[in-house]
Nanobody, 128 residues
């Protein structure tokens, strides 16, 4: 049974930092695409960052240079370090896991998914 559990959310002022953690069981970060997604109030869920087993990453343009996705292969944990936060970063953040996308040259992970497993989400609120 796959379980993804986010922690570390909360409220912070603009310009501050938050670190999200995803505890993972039932799927290995060594063999899956792992990502963070978010949903702002009244908006559709969007991809924030994704990482593959080799550590290659991709980010949404809106968070590049401010957010860093990382994983601990030994602990099977996923992280999202969020710096220089803006009010528009407010939303529910989800940890997700999905299959590697294979092609003739190897594999990759797409920021748009697909993702098979999702956490319940955690709220991050940025005040101005």
């Amino acid at each position: 049974q796959v379980r993804l559990a986010e922690s570390g959310g909360g409220s912070v002022q603009a310009g501050g930092s938050v670190r999200l953690t995803c505890s993972i069981s039932g799927v290995s970060v060594n063999s899956a695409c792992m990502g963070w997604f978010r949903q702002a109030p009244g908006k559709e869920r969007e991809g924030v960052a994704i990482i593959d087993p080799d550590g290659s990453t991709a980010y949404a343009d809106s968070v590049k240079g401010r957010f860093t996705i990382s994983q601990d292969n030994a602990k099977n944990m996923l992280y999202l370090q969020m710096n220089s936060l803006k009010p528009e970063d407010t939303g529910t953040y989800y940890c997700a896991a999905g299959p590697l996308i294979y092609y003739s040259g190897g594999y990759f992970c797409s920021p748009s998914g697909p993702m098979n497993y999702w956490g319940k989400g955690i709220l991050v609120t940025i005040s101005s």
